[in-house]
């Protein structure tokens, strides 16, 4: 269980500092203002604003 739990923050740790703080989310933009496929969060094939939701949606629920 703990290691699932690690697989989850790591995937919201966008700056990988091992915590989910504001520079994740400053990260992920920049990631996302780039165009770059890492910012693909909602695993769709193409950056929408979806993704964006959907890491909000995850910070916000402690990457759960």
Same mark, same amino acid.
């Given at each position: 269980r703990d290691v699932y739990a690690l697989a989850l923050v790591s995937?919201?740790?966008v @700056?990988?500092?091992g915590a989910l703080d504001f520079f994740d989310t400053l990260?992920? !933009?920049? !990631?996302y203002d780039a165009g770059n496929p890492a910012a @693909?969060?909602?695993n769709s094939g193409t950056l929408t604003s979806a993704d964006l939701t959907a890491f909000a949606a995850s910070i916000e629920n402690g990457c759960n």
């Amino acid at each position: 269980r703990d290691v699932y739990a690690l697989a989850l923050v790591s995937r919201c740790d966008v @700056d990988r500092s091992g915590a989910l703080d504001f520079f994740d989310t400053l990260a992920f !933009l920049e !990631l996302y203002d780039a165009g770059n496929p890492a910012a @693909d969060f909602n695993n769709s094939g193409t950056l929408t604003s979806a993704d964006l939701t959907a890491f909000a949606a995850s910070i916000e629920n402690g990457c759960n």
